[in-house]
């Protein structure tokens, strides 16, 4: 497809926004109802078409499930060959990815933007639909800076079939929660281990479970402390509490929605680790040492 081509005989489309793994998205005008939007189209494999058109519907139907201003909105699927089209709102301004790349954020605009995406992943939850996704570059900052969730693409749907082999992972390996590597993908905190890297990413500058290649990353991820933060103050127990590799020992939306106000707030939450079983006291992730500070 090329600027100028028209999908579904409505849809013109302008530039492309991006491409990845997963899809295509290109910036697009109705000519119906005379305003732009957003128009996904997921890459097929040769063999495929059939997956391909019910991963489309399955985003098309875990969005139009959500209702949550934090949440991009999707209007709705477009039949078209070789494959449907998923229309949704069009969000100007940034990625937090590319928010990233200009500079580190201050834990309160951090908290901030944490709490927004959290809102998005608590809508999702409550619709039994879990992101297993999400990373920097899947939320999007508005000019008024608020953030929004985007790319349900590989969302799991409670009652629907996997459409990955059983062997297959699938997400972004420095952000996937180690339970999911492990086989465990049915745990929301699984999407809140994630939203902890991110948050971690905001403020120190550095992806900590990056590596050379996917398996050495894997392997961080299941095995690897991740360093102690040394700029995030405020939000270093956030981070300490998010990412360790027990999901029962993070805290839930509610308890990590209330530690990320008061970071919003200028003050510094306190956390105590649950008390687990001996069977199932977590790992830390993090590891505190004696310079680390908390302010």
């Known amino acids: 497809m090329t600027p100028g ?34 128009l996904k189209a997921v890459h097929r494999d040769a063999d495929a078409s ?23 909105t999707v209007y709705e699927v477009v039949e078209a060959e070789p494959h ?17 790349d200009a500079g580190p954020l201050s834990p309160a605009e951090t908290a901030r933007i944490g709490r927004q995406v959290l809102s998005a992943l ?8 879990h992101h297993r996704d999400v990373k920097p570059a899947n939320i999007l ?20 079939t996997a459409l990955t082999a059983t062997d297959q992972l699938v ?3 420095e952000y996937m929660a180690p339970e999911r590597i492990r086989g465990r993908d049915d745990d929301p905190a699984s999407d809140l281990w994630s939203l902890g890297l991110v948050l971690y990413l905001c403020t120190e500058g550095a992806s900590p479970l990056r590596r050379a290649t996917t398996p050495a990353t894997l392997a961080a991820v299941l095995e690897e402390p991740v360093p102690p933060p040394v700029r995030s103050g405020p939000l270093a127990p956030v981070l300490r509490s998010l990412l360790v590799r027990d999901p029962a020992a ?36 993090l590891q505190a040492t004696p310079t680390q500070q908390d302010v």
């Open 5 to 38: 081509d028209r999908v579904g005989g409505r849809f013109e489309l302008i530039e492309r926004l991006g491409s990845g793994g997963m899809g295509t998205v290109w910036r697009a005008r109705d000519t119906l109802l005379d305003r732009e939007v957003a």
């Open 50 to 72: 059939h997956t391909v058109r019910e991963r489309v519907m399955r985003e098309a139907r875990a969005l139009a499930r959500l209702s949550d201003p934090h949440v991009v």
């Open 84 to 100: 449907p089209w998923i229309v949704m709102e069009l969000v100007p301004g940034t990625s937090l990815q590319q928010r990233i």
């Open 122 to 129: 608590r809508a999702a939850h409550a619709a039994g639909i």
């Open 141 to 160: 900052i508005r000019p008024d800076g608020t953030a929004a969730l985007t790319d349900f693409g590989i969302a799991a749907l409670q009652g629907t």
């Open 171 to 173: 997400g972004t390996p």
């Open 250 to 285: 993070r805290p839930d939306a509610g308890q990590l929605d209330a530690m990320l106000a008061q970071v919003e707030a200028g003050t510094t939450p306190s956390w105590a680790q649950p008390t687990l079983t001996a069977a199932r006291t977590p790992a830390p992730v």
